[in-house]
């Protein structure tokens, strides 16, 4: 037997000296926070996304009294962009929190598909880890397509 390891590359930085356009994805992200809807957990989660094109889009968590219909705001986001801007892939996804395990596979597909790795920007505190490609976020994920 074979034993492996493997290692996650990132940058971390502090908010405040971030590339001004990173920074004011982060910003974005935050105020989407403000309009998150989580009456339930009182969790508010922002998340921005960059098209390829440059346009910056917005998203949050919008909970719901039947728990599994809530969604969390990295995938009403993601599902935004490709339903709005088929032709154009996700450059960078800013986030307020540290992506679930859900919203780590959607954003893998997306990837994927797009044959473009996506920036990941998570914000912890006042530091920001960021992440080269989605792969680095979730090792292993899920592959059949
Ligand atoms: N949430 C997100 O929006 N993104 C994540 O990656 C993790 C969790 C939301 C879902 C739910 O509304 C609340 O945070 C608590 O889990």
Sequence with gaps: MKRSSLTIRFSQTAKDKLEPADAQLMEQAVEAARNAYAPYSQFHVGAAVRLVTGEVLKGN???NASFPAGICAERSVVYYAHANYPGSAIDTIAVTASPCGV???????????????????????????IFDSVKDLLPFGFDSF
């Design 61 to 63: 968590n919008q909970e």
């Design 103 to 129: 919203c780590r596979q959607v954003l893998l597909e997306s990837e994927k598909r797009k044959k473009s790795p996506i920036r990941v920007l998570l914000a912890s505190g006042n530091e920001v880890r």
